[in-house]
C-alpha cells in the first residue's frame, strides 16, 4: 500500500500536467515546502523556495496565455511535449525505492503517457471549438481546463486513490471514443460503395 499511494499521487499530478503545464508544479512545490509531500533528494529542487517562484511566474504566464485569441493555439503546440516533459517528472518525483530504470520507464510511460492523453484530448476539443464557434467559446474552454487541472492536482495530492480511480474513468472514456470513432470510419467505409450504387 506504501508504494501505491506516491504512484497514485505521481500519475495523478501527472494527469494534472495535461490541463496545464505548470500548475500541478506548482501544487507540489506548495505541498512539498508545507511538509505535505516529502521529495527525494534529488528532486528536492522541486520543493524549494526558488522553484516556487518560478513554477507561480509560469503558470500566471501560461493561464493568461490561454486567454488570448491565437496565442492559445500556439501554447497547445508547445504544452504537448511540455506535459509529457512535467508528467514524466511528477510521477518520477513521487516514485521512491525501486530502481532508477524501473522508476524512470514507470515514470515516462505512466506520468509521460497519461499527461500525453489529456493533453491530446484537450487539444481535439479546442480544435471542434475553434471551428464551431471561431474561438469564442475558447475562453470557456480554457476556464475548464484551468479548473481540471487545479483540481485533479489537488486530489492526487490529498485524495490520491480517488484521484486514480477519475483518471481510470476517464481514460476508459477516451479509449471508448477513439474505438467508437474507428468502428464509425470502417463501417462507412465498408457501406461506401454500396451507397454509391443506388
Sequence with gaps: METIFPVAIGIGLAAACGFRVFVPLLIL???ALSGHLSLPDDFAW???AYATMAFATATIIEIVGYYIPLLDHVLDTIASPAAVIAGTVTTAAMITDISPFLKWTTALIAGGGIAGLVQ???VAVRAKSSLA???TANPIFSTMELTGSVVVALLAVFVPILGLVL???FFIWVVRKILK???KRAKAKREGPFQNRY
Design 29 to 31: 512545490n506548495l505541498a
Design 46 to 48: 522541486i520543493g524549494s
Design 181 to 183: 470513432r474507428l468502428f
Design 133 to 135: 464557434t471561431a474561438g
Design 167 to 169: 483518471i481510470g474513468i
Design 120 to 122: 491530446a484530448s484537450t
